[in-house]
């Protein structure tokens, strides 16, 4: 069975949902500034819910669930990374906007800290946080059955997933991409999608299942 930890449902598998989203009351301004950045598609509808007039401002869309959030509520993605963790996002970015002002709307708990980073490169980037994720509360009998392939979709869910439930040597991860990988614990059997899309995590879990590999 593969349960998906994500708020979204797909067919397919089992839905496992992990965390909540708890949108902040704040001031959303964005005047200042020549572009937003977006890591998310919650901060996204964050920022619609705070103040619709974000898209007047072209963004920079982290990842293409992020940049389909952004157009389908009528914002314009400037500039969408083919590659976009850790260092190698802050690079392009320097390359790209080293003389333009950034605001980062994102949420409380992020795996790549972008504003220290690209502070060193001289980039002008302020931060708003817009939402935080909690965690949702299972009973132990909620647990995945043995031999499930587990789809972690964050960094939130792997912690959220091991505040509810004990790892089981039976189980396989599979990952959305190399930053959510790191917040496993050491010595799992974890794979990371071609992609970082759910559909692409969905396919990996398939495979493996077909070449018999767990």
């Known amino acids: 069975m593969i349960y998906l930890l994500s708020p979204l449902t797909k067919e397919g598998t089992y839905h496992l949902p992990m965390i909540e989203f708890n949108i902040y ?22 920022a619609e819910r705070l103040n619709p ?10 990842g293409k669930a992020t940049a389909k959030q952004i157009e389908s509520l009528g914002g314009v993605v400037a500039y969408y990374p083919k590659e976009f963790y850790g260092e190698v996002l802050g690079k392009d970015i320097v390359k790209k906007f080293s003389d333009k002002k950034i605001l980062y709307i994102r949420p409380k708990e992020i795996s790549f800290d972008s504003k220290a980073f690209l502070s060193k490169e001289g980039i002008i980037l302020d931060e708003v946080v817009v939402y935080e ?18 789809i972690f979709t964050s960094p939130s869910t792997i912690h959220c997933f091991f505040k509810n439930f004990d790892w089981k040597d039976s189980y396989t991860a599979i990952v959305i991409g190399e930053a959510t990988k790191v917040h496993l614990p050491k010595n799992i059997r974890v794979f990371v999608a071609d992609t970082p899309l759910i559909s692409s995590c969905i396919g990996k879990a398939k495979e493996l299942l077909k070449a018999n590999q767990l």
Request: charged fraction near 20%.
């Open 25 to 46: 009351d704040v001031k959303l301004d964005i005047s200042n500034y020549d572009y937003l950045m977006f890591t998310s598609k919650q901060a996204v509808v964050s």
């Open 53 to 62: 007039k974000w898209k007047d401002t072209p963004t920079l869309a982290i």
């Open 133 to 150: 994720t909690g965690c949702i509360s299972y009973d132990i009998s909620a647990s995945p059955k043995d031999g499930a392939i587990i």
